[in-house]
């Protein structure tokens, strides 16, 4: 099915691991973007990317890096997890409107 | 960072009622977006907006992109239980990259 997928969906860390949240979509959309979902903060863009090799800062980078590769593909690295980056983390992809499509989230636990 | 004024932040409605929220903004958009999310899923797209005093519907739900371009309002005609979930408005600017400021929401609970 055509979509934004995530992975995974569920996900424990201790404090000072790291990881990668994948995020792949099969749509050929040149805008994809990562948000992170905090109860009473809404949505907050923490990296976005409006085509292959090209990524930009959102509301709150600090602690996460990106890189866009190829259109498909838009991957979220937590360098050092911190209790603090305990969230839903949800990515989504826009061709050229603003209509974005989001994937199903993943859920992020530090310890 | 910025932030739409979504509201009510709450509902709390008997089935078959009609819904009505609203967004605003100190600063103007070009574009006005309503999504709704489910507990345990991604925001999906309701309704997209694209121009000054556009009215757009899309089954029982109508929005509105305000003649100011301020503000954007969303209205659900005969709630049925289905509708529960959150809903958020969003804004975006020709040139801003397609990132988009958003409301914080605004949880309808529907009483069948």
């Known amino acids: 099915n055509a979509g934004v997928t995530q992975t995974p969906k569920f996900q424990v860390l201790k404090t000072g691991q790291s990881m990668t949240l994948q995020c792949a979509q099969d749509?050929?959309?040149?805008?994809m973007s990562w948000y992170r979902q905090d109860p009473g903060m809404g949505l907050r863009l923490i990296h976005y990317s409006v085509g292959a090799g090209i990524t930009d800062q959102g509301e709150v980078p600090n602690g996460y890096n990106v890189s866009r590769s190829t259109t498909e593909d838009f991957p979220l690295r937590l360098l050092s997890a911190a209790p603090s980056q305990t969230s839903v983390y949800f990515c989504?992809?826009?061709?050229?409107?603003?209509?974005?499509?989001f994937g199903s989230g993943t859920r992020l636990t530090v310890v | 960072g910025q932030q739409l004024n979504q509201s009510p932040q709450s509902m709390f409605i008997q089935e078959g009622e009609d819904v009505s929220m609203n967004c605003t903004s100190s600063s103007i958009f070009n574009t006005w977006l309503w999504y709704k999310q489910d507990p345990g899923e991604g925001p999906v797209l309701l309704i997209a907006?694209?121009?000054a005093g556009e009215l757009t519907s899309n089954g029982r739900l109508t929005a509105q992109f305000g003649i100011t371009r301020k503000d954007s309002f969303l209205n659900i005609s005969a709630s049925i239980p289905s509708d529960v979930g959150i809903y958020f408005c969003a804004g975006g600017n020709a040139g801003n990259n397609r990132k988009l400021i958003w409301g914080l929401g605004t949880s309808l609970a529907v009483n069948p």
């Open positions: 749509m050929n959309h040149e805008y």
């Open positions: 989504a992809s826009s061709f050229q409107n603003y209509g974005y499509t």
């Open positions: 907006l694209y121009k």
